[in-house]
């Protein structure tokens, strides 16, 4: 199976009555030879990993190697308990989950990169908040992953998943989207719908762009795994209530990679333009590097 177009997938999965969780095992097993449980094994690996990586900067506080960012996975998290938010408690956990793993990246933690380190924070937030609710079972979450790997692989063989080459909106923009349409499959959605809710995350994230301080995936790529980690649990939601992508998810794919092509290199991963380019990024710069 190439996973090239979504549109292909969404129907293939429909005409097979299937999943495509399913359908993303089976092309996997037919490309390695590995039986369905041992992929399933080797992916509760993966989830371990993110759940770690969770646990670790939540229950208490990460920092980064270089000091200029952690401990805000942990902020958030007992925040959430003090009952003053403006948002849910259960909402802020998922906020909080993504912020721990990215931290964790930043002090050279284990991670699993969902697709790219930058954006590594926002699947493992989704899922593991889907676990803690007591919604779903390890097993269900494990083969829900393989969705998420479909979508992710649709996105980085129509357009980019690196930020050097599209912006942010490649990173995180594709994280969000694979982690909404993995939960839409999760919660039973259609085919039809996983789509619309990465239709959906997709656009919400077109023209992000790529502007880290330092050269660092540190600032600001930190904050937004964790504020779009709840978007993609909204874009989830809207597409299991019925909302559709007026604009086909495959299209806004092809849009993401041309304003991605028209981005200007200093907001493509080079830490020049962008918060990078702003005074306190330049001194930060200056402070990482003297002091390494």
């Known amino acids: 199976m190439a996973f090239t177009s979504l549109k ?4 293939l999965a429909e005409k097979e009555k299937s999943t495509i969780s399913d359908l993303t095992i089976a092309a996997e097993a037919e490309r390695s030879g590995d ?3 041992e992929i399933l094994s080797k992916m509760a690996k993966q989830l371990d990993v993110m759940e770690d990586a969770v646990r670790k900067g939540t229950e208490s506080p990460v920092m980064s190697r270089t000091g200029l960012t952690g401990g805000d996975g942990n902020r958030i998290y007992q925040y959430a308990q003090n009952g003053k938010s403006f948002i849910q408690p259960e909402t802020l956990n998922v906020m909080a989950n993504a912020l721990a793993v990215s931290e964790v990246n930043a002090a050279m933690g284990r991670i699993v990169a969902t697709p790219t380190a930058g954006s590594a924070g926002i699947l493992p937030a989704v899922l593991v908040h889907a676990l803690d609710s007591g919604r779903f079972t390890k097993e269900e979450i494990v083969r829900s992953m393989f969705t998420a790997s479909a979508l992710g692989l649709v996105i980085a063989n129509r357009a980019s998943i ?4 599209g912006g942010c909106q490649a990173e995180v923009g594709s994280a969000t989207a694979m982690a909404a349409g993995t939960l839409v499959e999760l919660a039973g959605g259609t085919p039809e ?8 995350a997709l656009k919400n994230s077109l023209g992000l762009v790529c502007d880290p301080v330092a050269g660092l995936v540190e600032i600001p790529c930190i904050i937004r795994n964790g504020l779009h980690a709840i978007t993609a649990q909204a874009a989830a939601d809207m597409a299991l209530a019925g909302v559709n ?8 794919i092809h849009v993401m990679h041309e304003v991605g092509q028209q981005m200007p290199e200093s907001l493509r991963e080079t830490g020049r333009g962008g918060l ?9 710069r200056e402070q990482v590097f003297n002091r390494n």
């Not at 292909?8 to 129907?11: G, Q, R, V």
């Open 35 to 37: 039986s369905e449980s």
């Open 245 to 252: 992508s007026v604009i086909p998810p495959d299209e806004v």
């Open 276 to 284: 990078a380019g702003t005074p306190t990024g330049k001194r930060l």
């Open 193 to 200: 719908q996983v789509g619309n809710a990465v239709g959906i």
């Open 162 to 165: 690196s930020g050097a080459a």
């Open 8 to 11: 292909e997938l969404i129907e």
